[in-house]
């Protein structure tokens, strides 16, 4: 299986920040990967698909990079609302597999 | 407006059988793959089968294979998970979601195995 690791698993950051974070993948999974954003009691929310592609209605200070093993989740000025947990997710290859996670704090 | 809404979680003892179900709406079901992810309470996200559009094609993560199936109506719009031999493990938030990308997500069915 691939492994995706997340980092880092928790970072803490101020209102206006710009805040970066990462996954890697265990072997090469082009830009099959995509980010999501969970808040507490609420269903992942897709932000980005194909490793940089916005989902419909996702505000464009969420981009996203990276291709291959590295990939990176930038979010610029923090607002109150995207204080959530964070999840990258490959799905290049069976079974699908998620990173661990980072907590924006 | 795309939605999927998950129903059929519950309390289930060890070795009992369950099933969800996911109703799709706001888009046409049949031309998409579905998958099955859960969430144990506290834990990470756990991707756990795939079924595609036609549903010629199923693939399950090691941690369910053997013991749950998916299963699709196009006709109805609806995913299904048939869960069998449930273990205390098996305690988790079971979402369903569409396409591999998993861009469109149900708000979740919590399933609780427990003697």
């Known amino acids: 299986d691939i492994q995706m690791t997340q980092s880092p698993s928790s970072l803490s950051a101020s209102v206006g920040d710009r805040v970066t974070i990462t996954c890697r993948a265990s072997?090469?999974?082009?830009?099959?990967l995509a980010w999501f954003q969970q808040k507490p009691g609420k269903a992942p929310k897709s932000l980005i698909y194909?490793?940089?592609t916005l989902q419909s209605g996702v505000p464009s200070k969420f981009s996203g990079s990276g291709s291959g093993t590295d990939f990176t989740l930038i979010i610029s000025s923090l607002q109150p609302e995207d204080f959530a947990t964070y999840f990258c997710?490959?799905?290049?290859?069976?079974?699908?597999?998620f990173g661990q996670g980072t907590k924006l704090e | 407006e795309v939605q999927l809404v998950e129903s059929g979680g519950g309390l289930a003892q060890p070795g009992e059988s369950l099933r969800l179900s996911c109703a799709g709406s706001?888009?046409?079901?049949?031309?998409?793959?579905m998958n099955w992810v859960r969430q144990a309470p506290g834990k990470g996200l756990e991707w756990l089968s795939y079924?595609?559009?036609?549903?010629?094609?199923?693939y399950y993560a090691d941690s369910v294979k053997g013991r749950f199936t998916v299963s699709r109506d196009n006709a109805r719009n609806s995913l299904y998970l048939q869960m069998n031999s449930l273990r205390a493990e098996d305690t988790a938030v079971y979402y369903c979601?569409?396409?591999?990308?998993?861009?469109?997500w149900g708000q979740g069915t919590m399933v609780t195995v427990s003697s």
């Open positions: 979601a569409r396409s591999a990308n998993l861009a469109v």
């Open positions: 706001g888009f046409t079901f049949s031309s998409y793959g």
């Open positions: 079924i595609s559009d036609g549903s010629s094609n199923m």
């Open positions: 072997q090469g999974i082009s830009n099959s």
């Open positions: 194909g490793a940089s």
């Open positions: 997710q490959q799905y290049n290859t069976y079974p699908y597999t």
